[in-house]
T-cell receptor, first 110, second 111 residues
Framework: DAKTTQPNSMESNEEEPVHLPCNHS???????IHWYRQLPSQGPEYVIH???SNVNNRMASLAIAEDRKSSTLILHRATLRDAAVYYC???????????FGAGTRLTVKP | KAGVTQTPRYLIKTRGQQVTLSCSPI?????VSWYQQTPGQGLQFLFE???????NKGNFPGRFSGRQFSNSRSEMNVSTLELGDSALYLC??????????FGSGTRLTVV
């Protein structure tokens, strides 16, 4: 299985942008890059996904490196409610299980 | 629209017993996946069902099993419970296999 590497933890100040990195050097051509987050006492929540091009939605932006070996989740203005564990996951086109790593615990300071 | 519903929310069982957990996916979602979450191992994939067929299975012993019904509702069963099976069990459903919606989970405690 293709694996991802994320920092264990990151801190951000409220209302500042946050860049959460993810390395996936063994990604294959058909792997999608997914991001989920898990708030305390809740199940994971879908954030965004992409294949090759950068993606934007109401929650975040996903920047994918040209060689696809890394990606960055961008929260444009962090709020206290964004404090969560963020998971970067690779999912093959025909592979419907998602293998979660340890994720990055984001702390947002007021 | 209603989200993914898991029942019960909390459960306490004794070692050696068996347990059945239920998951009702979002209406129209045919893919249902199950995960186990523990502080030590994090989120681990159990299995995934689509149209009543198990398509993928994680690295768990045969004591863990599941099924999916024609209305896409799914159940997972754990037999001969061990203390190490204490965990949060999460169910996720998907319409297009790209984005998954998770339930709030069933917290199982084995004593």
């Amino acid at each position: 299985d293709a694996k991802t590497t994320q920092p264990n933890s990151m801190e951000s100040n409220e209302e500042e942008p946050v860049h959460l990195p993810c390395n996936h050097s063994t990604i294959s051509g058909t792997d999608y890059i997914h991001w989920y987050r898990q708030l305390p006492s809740q199940g994971p929540e879908y954030v965004i996904h992409g294949l090759t091009s950068n993606v934007n939605n109401r929650m975040a932006s996903l920047a994918i490196a040209e060689d696809r070996k890394s990606s960055t989740l961008i929260l444009h203005r962090a709020t206290l409610r964004d404090a969560a564990v963020y998971y970067c996951i690779l999912r093959g086109y025909n592979n419907n299980d998602m293998r979660f790593g340890a994720g990055t615990r984001l702390t947002v300071k007021p | 629209k209603a989200g993914v519903t898991q029942t019960p929310r909390y459960l306490i069982k004794t070692r050696g017993q068996q347990v059945t957990l239920s998951c009702s996916p979002i209406s129209g979602h045919r893919s249902v996946s199950w995960y186990q979450q523990t502080p030590g191992q994090g989120l681990q994939f159990l299995f995934e069902y689509f149209s009543e067929t198990q398509r993928n299975k994680g690295n768990f012993p045969g004591r863990f099993s599941g099924r999916q019904f024609s209305n896409s509702r799914s159940e997972m069963n754990v037999s001969t419970l061990e203390l190490g099976d204490s965990a949060l069990y999460l169910c996720a459903s998907s319409l297009d296999l790209l984005g998954y919606t998770f339930g709030s989970g069933t917290r199982l405690t084995v004593v």
